[in-house]
């Protein structure tokens, strides 16, 4: 079983500048979550997807943050504009409904660092 | 208060020692508690989870639980440098979804 997929690895912009990341959850999960970590702290919850329905948003910066899942697979995280106190590692997650209570997995991240 | 609280560490142990996490809570309705490995440089990984007040073993790795005082611990037997890394303790709380302690970093030294 494939695990969740995440591209970029890294991604240096400047401040100001779009960046987006995306994710690929595993095949069958329909829950999917983005956490940003910053640096020597926990992942913290930026906003959970059941199927294409974001349900959880509430951590999320909308000024600048958007958050999209076509068709319910797919999803991408956006960014516009970046400020510098954005750089961090952005992870993704998914899980099968309801079974966040039996731990999920991460993708590798996206470090992003703004400049 | 944070909802999950760890000890930033580093906690520092020779190889072969046991090395002792702690982790507390503050939701009490909590049932459900993870603890999660991270490299440097790597996402969390997923090493045990615990549902009942008591101890659950896993080759090196025992996790213990106890709701009352609210507090997971995680204690690593035998400890190898191989286990030096950030320890990530995490509850599923409402909503599906996961909440982090700031993470122990652990450090075994040979």
């Known amino acids: 079983e494939a695990g969740v997929v995440q591209s970029p690895r890294y991604k240096i912009i400047e401040k100001k500048q779009p960046v987006a990341f995306w994710c690929n959850p595993i095949s069958g999960h329909n829950t999917l979550y983005w956490y940003r970590q910053n640096l020597g702290q926990g992942p913290e919850l930026l906003i959970r997807?059941?199927?294409?329905?974001?349900?959880?948003d509430s951590q999320l910066p909308k000024d600048r943050f958007s958050a999209e899942r076509l068709k319910g697979v797919d999803s991408t995280l956006k960014i516009q504009p970046a400020e510098l106190g954005d750089s961090a590692v952005y992870l993704c997650a998914s899980s099968r409904p309801g079974e966040a209570n039996y731990g999920y997995t991460f993708g590798s991240g996206t470090r992003l660092t703004v400049v | 208060q944070k909802e999950v609280e760890q000890n930033s560490g580093p906690l520092s142990v020779p190889e072969g020692a046991i090395a002792s996490l702690n982790c507390t809570y503050s939701d009490r309705g909590s049932q459900s508690f993870f603890w999660y490995r991270q490299y440097s440089g790597k996402s969390p990984e997923l090493i045990m989870s615990?549902?009942?007040?008591g101890d659950k073993e896993d080759g090196r790795f025992t996790a213990q639980l106890n709701k009352a005082s609210q507090y997971v611990s995680l204690l690593i037997r035998d400890s190898q440098p191989s286990d030096s890394a950030t320890y990530l303790c995490a509850l599923a709380g409402a909503g599906n979804m996961l909440t982090f302690g700031g993470g122990t970093r652990l450090m075994v030294k040979p």
């Open positions: 615990i549902y009942s007040n």
């Open positions: 997807y059941e199927n294409e329905e974001a349900v959880d």
